[in-house]
């Protein structure tokens, strides 16, 4: 595939932000594919026979970022089944997807993501940002969803009494805060340097946030 034909655009911002409230949005508007990598692992942690079932527990209760193979294989295996069910909209016109061995696993992952436009919350460690900039293509642009602690801490407790997930309690969402900011922040700032975030103001109500994210891909894509 040719980078020219791909339009990516990473989604990023703490826990909490409002990255899925405002992705869903986006899907409903404009059309984008969306596929969250916590929603995933969150399913295949349910999944009753899991062999990762364990593993990503731990990872998402004490909010570090799972190793990237599972998510890989997550997202791989997403995108196969929406394939078979033949939910071609993923697919670029006439292209089929490439077999397991002709493709190292790694350009088989980006292979599909590429197709997504928009993966909610990736990438979220530098080494997936560097990655897929040089395997797949450059990334249009990373919208950035910029909350303080404190409103996003609010916020994760208020969903957590009726969420159930796991990592809606105190003790894990100051983790997640920190693995955000040691890990995830970094990319944010490389991405700065090349002028290539649009930073949001994510405090205001979801419409308010959601006006500004339009204002800001018609700037865009003008
Ligand atoms: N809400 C949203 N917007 C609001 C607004 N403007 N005003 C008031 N309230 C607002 O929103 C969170 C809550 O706030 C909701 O109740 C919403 O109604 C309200 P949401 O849209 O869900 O925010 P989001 O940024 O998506 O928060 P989320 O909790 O999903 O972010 P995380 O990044 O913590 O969670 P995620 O599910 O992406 O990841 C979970 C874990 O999976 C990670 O900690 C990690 O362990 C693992 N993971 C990986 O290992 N790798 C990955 O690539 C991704 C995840
Ligand atoms: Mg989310």
Known sequence: ???????????????????????????????????????????EQARPGSEFGELIKGYIKDGKIV?????????????R?????GNTKFLIDGTK???RPELPRGA???????RLKSVAGFPRQM??????????????????????EEVMLQRLLDRGKTSGRADDNLESIKKRFRTFVETSLPVVDYFEKEGKVVKIDATHSPDEVYRAVKDAFRDRFQ
């Not at 508007?29 to 969306?34: A, L, T």
């Open 1 to 43: 595939f040719s980078p020219s034909d791909v339009s990516v655009i990473f989604v990023l911002g703490g826990p909490g932000a409002g990255k899925g409230t405002q992705c869903a949005n986006l899907v409903r508007d404009y059309g984008f594919r969306h596929l969250s990598a916590g929603d995933l692992l969150r399913a």
């Open 67 to 79: 190793p990237m193979e599972v998510t890989v294989a997550l997202l791989e295996n997403a995108m």
């Open 81 to 85: 089944d929406a394939i078979e069910k």
């Open 97 to 99: 997807p490439p077999h």
């Open 108 to 114: 088989l992952f980006f292979f599909f993501v590429f």
């Open 127 to 148: 080494d997936q940002a560097t990655r897929f900039e040089s395997d797949v293509c450059p990334s249009m642009f990373t919208l950035f969803f910029d909350c303080p």
